[in-house]
């Protein structure tokens, strides 16, 4: 998928897009992790995503799996925004979420990356999305202005992570 620098400017609160970026979106979870890769050049986004989706209920397995998927999608001297955990009201999902966030973490740092945590309220806001309206409005909204066909939530929060680290208005936490 590629979208001209105008176009996006024009969606989006005309933010600046940093030129010659590589950047990773990774919205991280235990069964499927959203991933979006976007590079810039002059005048274009060039975005690829997808997911990443676990199937061993074996959490050790699982977390070999993952740290292999990160060591192959994250590129050396890129920047990689890693959703931030948000505890609810579920300390073992927190407990594990956190843990994955911190391999894509450790990965990007060894590859040379730059990589930070940014939470999904932050995310959207920088984007000029509904921050804290509830997930399908919010992607309603961000569909609307990126011109995508799909509704996937997990690439969706992973692209608006990648968004971000190609613009110039960052708040990472």
Known sequence: MIISIEEFNANFNNLTVKEGIKCLGLD??????GWCKIETTKHDLKIEYGYFHVTSENKYIAYDKIIDFFANI?????????????FSFNPAMFRVISRIGAMAYTIASLKKCE???????????????????KKKEVHKAF?????????????????ILALNGVT???SII
């Open 28 to 33: 991280t979870a235990f069964k499927k992790t």
């Open 74 to 86: 994250i590129e050396p001297l890129s920047v990689v925004v890693i959703e931030d955990t948000f």
């Open 115 to 133: 990589p930070s945590y940014m939470l999904a309220t932050s995310a959207r806001k920088n984007l000029g999305l509904p921050a804290i309206k």
């Open 143 to 159: 569909i609307e202005k990126i011109g995508i066909s799909f509704d996937d939530e997990d690439i969706i929060d992973a692209m």
């Open 168 to 170: 110039t208005k960052l």
